[in-house]
DNA sequence: GTTGCCATGTAAGGTGTTACATGATTTA
DNA sequence: TAAATCATGTAACACCTTACATGGCAAC
């Protein structure tokens, strides 16, 4: 799937211009694209063209006009049957453990340090998705974004959803965080040859 | 990262030719490309130009002649230095994962189905998982691409390595199996406004 | 006074996928 | 006789990222 579809649905939460976007991409796993302009804006005009979203220009004094984007009755209905394709299997793209199948190569202290950093990279996602998944003192901070945030949804069966898909998070960094120890503990003791 | 390292990876390990990796990154799912000709062959191409591996032709009687690559002490040194490279957190593309954020618009028996199915699909992945890290009988098939077989493995650090690798899809496919099936329960009996 | 935020967009290039092209041999 | 396996490669396109470009305002 392209960002098209996770663009779409962002509108059929509430208008949002390209900047409002940018951001929610970049500071969402969910949201796997790197957030940048290119893909976004573009899409934007694209989704445009093709009468899925409306546009609405609101001038601004000493600053670029902001385009805000609305979904239109028709991106809605292209955005459900988009919800019902065939779901796919998530694809993990796993960098560090092809590094760790040819790790052999390192010595037992640069194998250490490399898994001690990767554990310490996945305690700051964790720490990361714990946040979001419960703001402190239990409201959210950024107002603006929020953006999967359950005191937001709609329904009872849509704050149930997004409760869910914010622990999933939480859920796959720990996971990921123990497999990582585990394996270094493992190591320690193992000779190298 | 490119496809370029996880190819000297695996000639690192044997000599190989296009269509053995090819394979190879068609059945694995820690290999995460899809294993398309375009771009094996052209890194092919491009790793021998840089002297990181070596090609041997061998002629055969009516197929086209295989060609086999083999990694250079050059190619063990770009290799080594790339597992030294800073780890990273692994990118998770989840495509369902944004489907259910916006399956409010789904009626329920749409959304249970989605469930079912995607549970369906993780379940067959969690099997061909399972099968890879112990195979019946306890001796891999493939005898020709049993890659990260632990029983390959040259020195104990390595089978260790190559153990762990193997169990974490299956951990990981099973995690997902469990995270679905706990949502479509708890969906189970929640009014959908 | 430098950094960060707001807000738009373009250019260039790298990465990755699907499909096309060939053709003999083996297996069902 | 149809499909799969072996074995190479190219063409066209879609997707995605980094960097460039502009410029005012606010905060520290």
């Known amino acids: 799937m392209s960002i098209e579809y996770a663009i779409l649905g962002l509108l059929s939460w509430r208008p949002l211009s390209g900047y409002d976007l940018k951001k929610i991409f970049e500071d969402s796993p969910l949201l796997y694209w790197s957030g940048n302009n290119n893909e976004i804006y573009r899409t934007l005009v694209k989704l445009h063209r093709e009468s899925l979203v409306t546009r609405e220009v609101q001038p601004q004094e000493s600053l670029p006009a902001r385009k805000v984007y609305s979904i239109t009755p028709a991106g809605r209905e292209a ?15 796993h960098a560090f453990l092809i590094q760790l199948a040819w790790g052999d190569a390192l010595s037992p202290q640069e194998l250490e340090a490399q898994l001690v950093q990767y554990e310490e990279e996945i ?6 998705a714990r946040a979001q998944a419960s703001p402190p003192g239990g409201v959210s901070y950024h107002s603006r974004s929020a953006f999967l945030d359950p005191d937001e949804a709609r329904t009872p069966r849509e704050k149930l959803l997004w409760t869910h898909l914010r622990d999933y998070w939480v859920s796959f960094y720990q996971a990921e965080l123990d497999w990582a120890r585990a394996l270094r503990a493992k190591l320690d003791g193992v000779p190298e040859k």
Chains 1, 2 share one sequence.
């Open 79 to 93: 955005l459900r049957q988009w919800a019902l394709w065939t779901p796919e299997p998530p694809q993990l793209r």
């Open 123 to 128: 305690h700051t996602q964790l720490q990361m």
